[in-house]
């Protein structure tokens, strides 16, 4: 089964509203990262956490992971309609940086 | 824009065919990875190589082949194309270790109809 889920699985909000998905894994893990498709595109790196690390900003994007949970969150402030796509969270167990995705959730930004 | 370059876009082809799927980057990473994307949009993991001459089996069962006679290629080929196999196909590529990191820089995919 799928080492990540993500909830929700779609969401849609309004331009300018703060989007927020949640990833849970299963086992432990080296590193966490989120990706971007937009529309059956290939994926785009947005962001990666280490396991040793509990938050990390990039710009609008805001990640936390807390490992006793196992879960991660991605918070996108200020939404913009051409942040519209689906993000994935994908999990490094280590051993050789193979990465397993999990299930995605898709975004709509309205105007 | 990303350097890993995945040709076809798009390929409609009939059952029996057999099918080179072609990813190249300019990147100098040495792994690589294929990963089938279902409509529902899971990623799967079908094929992973960590340099020249390696190859091995991801953790989802593929009928495919790679090879990876160069740093720079890594294609896939069906033997005999089935409707089961249409998908969408993505190659990835990654630095070795060592580096702060280790995102995957993914091609733009090829989307494979077996009619």
């Known amino acids: 089964s799928q080492q990540g889920e993500e909830d929700p699985q779609a969401l849609s909000i309004q331009e300018g509203e703060n989007a927020t998905m949640n990833c849970s894994y299963k086992t432990s893990i080296n590193n966490l990262q989120w990706y971007r498709q937009n529309s059956g595109r290939g994926l785009v790196h947005l962001i990666l956490i280490r396991s040793n690390e509990r938050e990390k900003h990039s710009g609008r994007l805001r990640v936390t992971l807390d490992t006793s949970k196992k879960s991660s969150s991605l918070l996108i402030t200020a939404s913009r309609a051409a942040d519209t796509a689906s993000y994935f969270c994908a999990t490094d167990k280590g051993g050789g940086n193979k990465l397993t995705f999990g299930t995605g959730t898709q975004l709509k930004v309205e105007l | 824009e990303a350097d890993i370059y995945q040709t076809p876009r798009y390929l409609v082809i009939g059952t029996g065919k057999k099918i080179t799927l072609e990813c190249s980057q300019t990147m100098g990473h040495d792994k690589m990875y294929w990963y089938q994307q279902d409509p529902g949009m899971e990623l799967h993991l079908i094929h992973y190589s960590y340099g020249v001459n390696s190859t091995e089996k991801g953790d989802l069962s593929s009928e495919s082949t790679v090879s990876r006679i160069r740093t720079e290629h890594f294609p896939l080929t069906l033997e005999s194309a089935r409707p089961s196999h249409t998908s969408q196909y993505l190659c990835?590529?990654?630095?070795?270790?060592?580096?702060?990191?280790?995102?995957?820089?993914f091609g733009s995919g090829t989307r494979l109809t077996v009619v």
């Open positions: 990835a590529s990654s630095e070795w270790g060592g580096r702060a990191n280790y995102g995957y820089t």
